[in-house]
């Protein structure tokens, strides 16, 4: 029996979190500020006991620096730390940080956050449709999903260099364990 979930709507979190209380929940897709904000205050009104919903078992997903700015204002005037995860335009356009200055933005302000916002303990990169596109000949798109990933690695070092929670290890881990494609 699994406790990790992807849900993708506020009341889908609140069953999953009710029901399982040692549930990780990550965000398929991001929530709008204000349905953040809602779900946020939710976590935030249940009783403190082993079993009741925790605000920690959610990872929320961004996809651009000002839905960042958005949770991060939002965590701070709740007092709220938060876990997120950020979503990577790896080619499909369907959201999430091109990784150029708008990310590398994101990524310093999460560094400036006082840890009210957890990132980069460990990297998650899912890269969807990565075997379909080859199995069908679409070898253009691997090749520019691929230098989405030369490109990621590229900032996660520049951040190691300047962040001694980042090693070579955490890089380690991160390849071996959380590329994954389906």
Known sequence: ???RFMCFHAPFIQQIASRYAL???????????????????????????????????????????ARLEQYQAIAKKHHASLRINLEINIGLHRGGFSLNAEFEDAITLLE?????????EEMLILFCHFNK??????????????????????????????????????LDNFISKHILSV
């Open 1 to 3: 029996e699994t406790q």
């Open 23 to 65: 549930s990780d929940i990550l965000l398929g897709k991001p929530l709008p500020a204000a349905a953040f904000e809602q779900l946020l205050v939710w976590f935030m009104q249940q009783p403190k006991s082993k079993s009741a919903p925790k605000l920690s078992q959610v990872q929320w997903l961004i996809d651009s620096h």
């Open 112 to 120: 400036k956050s006082n840890n009210r916002i957890k990132f980069l």
């Open 133 to 170: 596109m080859t199995r069908n000949g679409m070898k253009d798109f691997t090749q520019r999903e691929s230098k989405v990933y030369d490109r990621l690695i590229a900032i996660y070092n520049k951040l190691a260099k300047s962040n001694n929670k980042i090693t070579q290890d955490n």
